[in-house]
């Protein structure tokens, strides 16, 4: 611990010598401007470039723009704290945001909201989730969603369908263990978070979309008889090795898509920004995508909802104007953004304005993902993701112990009042997210 503490001291010390966010560039007289993004691979970079740089630097000349890639969420913290870093933060989602904005991190957007017109342009739930103590801090960067992966040469080969009921989707997990395969592809040891993906499925689809909503906002406890059968739901899935075979920590987000695409797990249960991994990585794979089958009779199919990160201007930024101006020029670049979904599988914006007719022409599974996605919010068939919906306290709490309760290291009981004690201050604090009205 007192490593750790000397070696952050030490890359705070480095982050204060850097401080102050963009600077003139020394070279032709062009503003500095730095974009945040999380590590990528060569490929996920190019793809990158040829959709978010190439067009920024020719939209915005007078800049010297950089894309600024971050190991990881601390490092970042750790810049940002200093008083330097990018002029724009690429975050997680709006409980990664909140953890900014409680520290004066970010600025409030409401004015650039304003003149720019954005509250019109974003769906009213992505937009409303931007918001902390009724101040706008992001903008939503997609839409995204938890589905369930079937492997359909696996299913094909042995001679099964897509379940469509609860009662059927165990058969099937059932049969795949007697075959020695894995029935659901899991993984989280190089990302403890992922377990996010696991409990918002199950919250959502089991005690479904209004309990959870009551449970977060106070109208009910989070220690509910539903909302504990969910998570226990879950457990009692995990132990039975229907979910990561009962070793997910020790296998990475990678290796977990990996099982998946190569056919050593019949299933994954994982977001729909899976499938552009999956077509350009295993383009081989013979894969698709549906909503999870309804887990408690009455609840209904549920799509878990959320907005896949959010874009904020850092408060040590020296051109907060010129950040909001490239803000919107990503938001209202429409062919550009349609070619990024069409030909390198990124995920919509969630625009009011976005039209599913663009996208013909696509590969048909990422399609048809989209049109599910569409269909859900349409239909008031959504659920609640915790990087979108839940507390940043609750989120950050349940993301560490989650491998707690599948290891017998604590009791669902204890987790949830745990838990409940998170929800609690949040509400005592104002800082509960919006949920859809």
């Known amino acids: 611990m007192k490593k750790l503490s000397i070696l952050l001291i030490g890359l705070l010390i480095c982050s204060m010598l850097f401080a102050g966010g963009s600077k003139e560039s020394p070279v032709g007289g062009k503003t500095g401007f730095v974009i945040s993004t999380y590590l990528a691979d060569d490929a996920q970079v190019a793809v990158r470039e040829k959709y978010i740089d190439e067009p920024l630097t020719a939209a915005f000349a007078d800049m010297d723009i950089e894309v600024k ?69 992001s903008l939503p960067t997609s839409f995204e969603g938890m589905v369930i992966y079937y492997n359909l040469d ?124 999956l077509v350009a990585t295993y383009p081989e794979c013979n894969w698709q995508a549906e909503m999870v089958p309804e887990l408690r009779n009455g609840v209904g199919t549920v799509l878990p909802f959320a907005t896949g990160g959010g874009y904020a201007i850092n408060a040590n930024s020296k051109n907060p104007d010129k950040a909001a101006e490239v803000l919107n020029y990503l938001f209202t670049s429409w062919d550009r953004h349609y070619k990024s979904i069409r030909e390198a599988s990124y995920q919509p914006y969630p625009l009011k304005d976005f039209s599913i007719e663009q996208l013909q022409g696509m590969d048909s599974r990422l399609l048809y993902m989209y049109e599910v996605l569409e269909e859900a919010q349409e239909n008031d068939m959504i659920g609640y993701c915790s990087w979108t919906f839940f507390p940043s306290e609750t989120r950050i709490y349940m993301n560490e112990n989650t491998d707690a309760l599948f290891l017998n290291m604590t009791t669902v009981d204890e987790y949830l009042t745990k838990a409940q004690i998170t929800i609690d201050q949040a509400i005592k604090n104002g800082t509960v997210p919006v949920f859809p009205k």
């Open 69 to 137: 890639m971050y190991t990881d969420r601390q490092s970042l913290q750790i810049e940002v704290a200093g008083g330097g870093g990018p002029d724009i933060l690429d975050l997680d989602g709006p409980t990664d945001v909140a953890e900014f904005a409680k520290a004066n991190r970010v600025l409030d957007l409401s004015g650039y909201s304003k003149k720019y017109g954005w509250q019109d342009m974003f769906y009213d739930w992505a937009y409303d989730s931007c918001l902390y103590k009724d101040k706008l801090y």
């Open 154 to 277: 696996v299913l094909n080969a042995n001679g099964w369908t897509i379940p469509k009921t609860k009662t059927e989707l165990i058969a099937l997990m059932n049969a795949m263990q007697a075959k020695g395969i894995i029935p659901m592809s899991f993984g989280n040891a190089d990302y403890q978070g992922a377990v996010d993906w696991l409990y918002s499925t199950f919250l959502s689809c089991y005690a479904g979309p209004d309990a959870v909503k009551k449970a977060i906002t106070g109208e009910i406890k989070f220690t509910d008889p539903l909302i504990r059968d969910s998570i226990q739901l879950m457990v009692d899935w995990w132990k039975a090795g229907y979910i990561g075979d009962r070793k997910s920590q020790s296998i990475t987000t990678t290796d977990m898509i990996a099982f998946f695409a190569e056919g050593r797990a019949g299933m994954m249960i994982d977001g729909t920004w899976a499938s552009g991994q």
